[in-house]
């Protein structure tokens, strides 16, 4: 059964929950809502990184996710930090986060791996080729699944370099991350050879623009929640290490009704 790792964004500005939780108080009861629905990880970020956000100095993201981090672990929740930035990272593991989820791979920061050797928590290194700003004109492909397939072997290798553990990495194929619809769609249907790299995989299609285009014009937002739900029962099926995911109850919905089709084919 996948792991899911319930999205806080301490942000302004992110693409489908920017301001809501950005005071802290608030941000801290929704991770603890998250907890009591199911959230096995509270995945807390200060730095929103949808198509064209600019980036929020690192001091402005501490000041937005330590309180957070050090409050939902004292309550006994799994915290991980959802930044790009090596010194977030150090700060955020005294704060108390065990799990450091970077969108960039250990390519935004050239201090990263280095960080993630000395603390030696779980590590989760995203498919990335460039910043919100560019990452659109990045989509060029000869094929994705091959191509992302090679470039995240490269990251393991550089890894491994640096001394990091490799049994502490997942990866994770950045759907929408200079991927199209397409792309996103060839990655979720060929899971298994990105598993081949020998990887945990943790996928986050949650409320993504592709999965908007499933639905009428009009439709809010949270009516991608469905899809999202139903990409999590794919994904258990291709046994992924979690899925990343913004509403964990129907997450957990569709992850009930995998688990009973499994117990169904053993009677």
Known sequence: MPRVMGIL?????????????SHVDRAIAHGLELRNQGADIV????ESTRPGA???PPAQEQQRVIPVIEALAAEGV??????MNAETAVAAAKAGASIINDVSGGLADPEMYRTVAETDLFYIAMHWRGHSSEM??????????????????????????WGINPDRVVLDPGLGFAKSARHNWALLARLDELSSLGCPILIGASRKRFLG?????????????????????????AHVWGVRVHDVASTQVALSIYTELQKGKKR
């Open 213 to 237: 285009k499933l639905l009428p014009a009009d439709a809010a937002i949270t009516d991608r929640d469905l899809a999202t739900a139903v990409i999590s029962n794919v994904a258990a099926q």
């Open 54 to 56: 600019e980036r929020v």
């Open 78 to 83: 799994t915290v991980s930090i959802d930044t």
């Open 136 to 161: 659109a004109s990045l989509a060029n492909y000869t094929d994705v699944v091959t191509d992302v397939r090679a470039e995240l072997k490269d990251r393991l290798v550089e890894m491994m370099v």
């Open 9 to 21: 964004n301490v942000t302004p500005d992110s693409f489908s929950d920017g301001g809501q939780f």
């Open 43 to 46: 995945d807390v970020g200060g």
